[in-house]
């Protein structure tokens, strides 16, 4: 009959109507897990780029500081020795009258060779002070980076979803004022 075949429409429209919102839903959870998965997954990303910076950072500063230290320590060894032996030659002539002659132009004419090793010494402290300010903000950008990820997959539903996933939280890297195995000692001493 006509009604039965009107009611057969009926309810093959009313199915295709709820596997289609079935489908839909299953979709779109599929996509908003996946989207917050996409989202942990590029935190994790920044966070193992933030720490690589740091052992960037700290690679440089364990080779580049020893390096300056003994250039300034080789430049403060040559300034002593020119310095010295302008000293010598000026005590080494016999000829009294010549020697009177050298002290009247060393006091007018004669400067003594230009010393640079403070200039050396305050390059060097500007080295060591860009490059512990550099580490600085890199642990400070890994730390953010951190917080960030934290904070994320603690929220509502992000938290629910991401724990399923076995997504934990990242534990901060608290700066320790222990000193690591490659860090630069005893700068001024031989």
Not at 51 to 65: F, H, M, N, T
Not at 136 to 148: D, E, G, L, M, Q
Request: one cysteine or more.
């Amino acid at each position: 009959t006509l009604k039965e075949l009107k009611e057969m429409r009926f309810s093959w429209k009313l199915c295709l109507i709820i596997v289609a919102i079935v489908i839909a839903l299953v979709l779109m959870f599929v996509f908003a897990f996946q989207g917050v998965q996409n989202k942990a997954i590029s935190f994790e990303e920044q966070i193992g780029t933030a720490q690589s910076d740091i052992k960037v950072q700290e690679k440089r500063r364990a080779d580049l500081i020893p390096n300056l230290v003994d250039c300034v320590k080789a430049y403060d060894e040559h300034e002593y020795q020119t310095l010295m032996d302008v000293i010598a030659a000026r005590g080494t002539s016999s000829d009294e009258s010549v020697t009177e002659i050298q002290t009247m132009i060393s006091a007018v004419a004669e400067a003594y060779p230009e010393l640079k090793s403070s200039e050396n010494y305050r390059e060097l402290m500007n080295e060591l002070s860009t490059t512990e300010n550099l580490i600085a903000n890199f642990r400070s950008n890994y730390n953010t980076w951190v917080k960030k990820y934290n904070q994320y997959i603690r929220k509502f539903p992000n938290k629910q979803i991401l724990g399923m996933l076995g997504y934990e939280p990242v534990k901060y890297s608290y700066l320790t004022y222990d000193v690591s195995e490659d860090a630069p000692t005893n700068l001024f001493e031989d």
